[in-house]
């Protein structure tokens, strides 16, 4: 299997660190509102990955933290802290905020056919690593305190901008702010690892005691006590959005290789944004469209995963109702199309088609190449539209792709049988056939069509379906 690296810029080889094995750690929501479907088109992404690496026969251990606290307004740690906003907001406690919109994101993974990560990890809930983390970055001389914060010293750590590849005076420009709000910090990209509760802090809700007196961990932290706690140092892959390699990932990447001198992940992998018009979907404006909101337009949940997959993770890709409304289109042909073969008296002791065993090929393929869902789909709408495969062989290969693209085929339904009437007229319709009275033939199918079947002649013999 090929997978993108961010950090090398190439297409490599994925060769895990322990045999048969793959730990995978993906960013999670910051629970202080509903997820919009530009976040849910990352998770998508991440979850094709880990399925299609259960496809090539890894065992995937697979950790998402969830940022219930020290998440500020801005990623460069200006603002406020968005639990406390959310709560200020709907006049709850950030607590209250957190398990609710917890609650609505793991629904929303449902609806996606998502698979739920081994390991849901609450910032909160890790406390205690996150403060060791931050000591032992004081004891390798890379953390320094002020009277209203510890700051991670970037000066201190060589490669800081390895993943990002920028230059740091870019970064500097979006720090600016910081440095008002905090004099005594040494270099404006420095970034909060432990926020006292003085200040503009002094109100905050949540907070816990630490060797540098009350306060809070900075967002980042979370991340690399987490990862290093549930997965090891290294490990595999890292994945998230590409919006979080310029700050989020840099900082985690500076904290874990700079806490415990070895690197954090083999492998980072980010997914594209969503757009809207003309920009990105953003957790706020116009522009903020929840799953939630499809829905209520009567679309299918699954048709926003067929619409995702439709294009690589790695291309910005625009989303449209109509685009939406096209996949629904496809998805409701899949569905139909899988049901009739459910339906079918199938022959199981054939042996399987040739072609069944290159189409399995070109599938897992399509996913070894750094995850070409377009090309996977692709195989799987070649192999319903092929005339010359067995229902038997169709109906098994669908349902394998189904593992990794996940559109719920395996719980379509079979369709009701045919009334009696018709079924008699498709047997009448084979006796023709057979004895090449075409005409006759052509007759009867014109007569089953009135009743609103057409009849499909197949390689086990005719079936009929609702038209
Ligand atoms: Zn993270």
Redesign the pocket.
Known sequence: MRIFNTLTRKKEIFRPLKKGRVGL?T??PTVYNYAHIGNLRTYIFEDVLERALEHEGYAVRRVM?V?DVGHLTSDADAGEDKLEKGAKREKKSPWDIAKFYTKAFIADLGHLNIKKPDVLAPATKFIPEQIKLIEQLFSRGYAYETPRAIYFDVSKFKGYMRLSRQKLAEKSVRARTEVVEDPQKRNPHDFALWFKRVGRFKNHIMHWASPWGVGFPG??V??SAI?SALLGQPFDIHT?GID?IAV??TN?MAQSEGAYGRPLAKYWMHGEFLLMGKGKMAKSGSSFITLADIVKKGFDPLAYRLFVLGAHYRTPLTFSYEALHAAENALAKMRRTVSMLKSEKINKTRTPNSSSKIYMRKFSEALADDLNTPKALAVLWNVLDDMALSPHDKLSLVLSFDKVVALGLKDIKKLPPAPLTVQKLAAERELYRRHKQFAQADALRVKIGALGYSVEDTPEGPVVHPL
Do not use: L, P
């Open positions: 750690y960013c999670g933290n940022t967002w980042h979370e991340c990862s998230g979080h989020h990932h985690e």
